[in-house]
T-cell receptor, first 112, second 112 residues
Framework: GAVVSQHPSWVICKSGTSVKIECRSLDFQATTMFWYRQFPKQSLMLMATSNEGSKATYEQGVEKDKFLINHASLTLSTLTVTSAHPEDSSFYIC????????FGQGTRLTVV | KQEVTQIPAALSVPEGENLVLNCSFTDSAIYNLQWFRQDPGKGLTSLLLIQSSQREQTSGRLNASLDKSSGRSTLYIAASQPGDSATYLCAVIRDQGGKLIFGQGTELSVKP
């Protein structure tokens, strides 16, 4: 199947700093990428849909100014958690779609 | 609003047993349904994708069925092995846009 690479796999940052997570489709072009958040023992919750060259569409309750999404090319989308706080600590997963959705390995964010 | 429910939340079986995981959804107007596997702290691996016009898909020891009219899908795992231990997630895809709505998952443990 297609490969989606997410980087970094884990990150620890201080409260108030910003963190950028990258999602790359390695062997296919993805016009649409999705960003999910997963709390321990819970399922994935969609945060936003990212289309190449246009603004992301955020799900209800997701702060667009806090979670900045950029989809500058057909193979790269980034999620920046701005002014991170401990409650932003979570597992973030991206997916890229061609004929079906393929997922990255996830990023464990810990804000201390 | 589409809701996806998975039963049971957790399941422990001895090695070699055949088992069934259940997934139900409230809105039968779906585009596709997809089953995933998630190992602890990892991303998602796609297992089977069932188009809305299909009744089932098979891959090795896995068989997934879809009954749109009743809003149900099952994942059948034959001759379970300890390596099958993971969380299994089902997700419905609403339309060609590819947005997935996930169930809460079934945590499977196969004991040697």
């Amino acid at each position: 199947g297609a490969v989606v690479s997410q980087h970094p796999s884990w990150v620890i940052c201080k409260s108030g700093t910003s963190v950028k997570i990258e999602c790359r489709s390695l062997d296919f072009q993805a016009t649409t990428m999705f960003w999910y958040r997963q709390f321990p023992k819970q399922s994935l919750m969609l945060m936003a849909t990212s289309n190449e060259g246009s603004k992301a569409t955020y799900e209800q309750g997701v702060e667009k100014d806090k979670f900045l999404i950029n989809h500058a090319s057909l193979t790269l989308s980034t999620l920046t958690v701005t002014s991170a706080h401990p409650e932003d600590s979570s597992f973030y997963i991206c997916s890229a779609k061609n004929t079906e959705a393929f997922f990255g390995q996830g990023t464990r964010l810990t804000v201390v | 609003k589409q809701e996806v429910t998975q039963i049971p939340a957790a399941l422990s079986v001895p090695e070699g047993e055949n088992l069934v995981l259940n997934c139900s959804f409230t809105d039968s107007a779906i585009y596709n349904l997809q089953w995933f596997r998630q190992d602890p702290g990892k991303g998602l691996t796609s297992l089977l994708l069932i188009q809305s016009s299909q009744r089932e898909q098979t891959s090795g020891r896995l068989n997934a069925s879809l009954d749109k009219s009743s809003g149900r899908s099952t994942l059948y795992i034959a001759a379970s092995q300890p390596g099958d231990s993971a969380t299994y997630l089902c997700a419905v895809i609403r339309d060609q846009g590819g947005k997935l709505i996930f169930g809460q998952g079934t945590e499977l443990s196969v004991k040697p």
